[in-house]
């Protein structure tokens, strides 16, 4: 089993950075996939990024080279680095493990884009 907590979240003005945390209570080497994924209000859960164990990364399109996702395998912490932040990047974000085959989720944190 997996456990997955979020953190690093909050509001902020448009234009500006956040960096999120995902902090694992399993060795994060022996987790080949992880991701970040967003729901806004009203709207489906969506990819952001996903990055393997080798350090291999895969992005929504949508973020035009704006979002960077990272992980630290020594101290078991994955992170996604958020730059030019939109309204519309406004959402709850969750951190995403596939371990054995079963999908494990955070809690999530908020992020509000907003003047």
């Known amino acids: 089993q997996v456990q997955l907590v979020e953190s690093g979240g909050g509001l902020v003005q448009p234009g500006r950075s956040l960096r999120l945390s995902c902090a694992t209570s399993?060795?994060?080497?022996?987790?080949?996939?992880m991701g970040w994924y967003r729901q806004a209000p009203g709207k489906q859960r969506e990819l952001v990024a996903t990055i393997t164990a080798l350090g291999r990364t895969n992005y929504a399109d949508s973020l035009s080279g704006r979002f960077s996702i990272s992980r630290d395998n020594t101290n078991n912490m994955m992170y996604l680095q958020m730059n030019s932040l939109k309204p519309e990047d406004t959402a709850v974000y969750y951190c995403?493990?596939?371990?054995?085959?079963?999908?494990?989720w955070g809690q999530g944190t908020q992020v509000t884009v907003s003047s």
């Open positions: 995403n493990a596939v371990y054995n085959q079963v999908n494990y």
């Open positions: 399993r060795a994060i080497v022996s987790i080949y996939n």
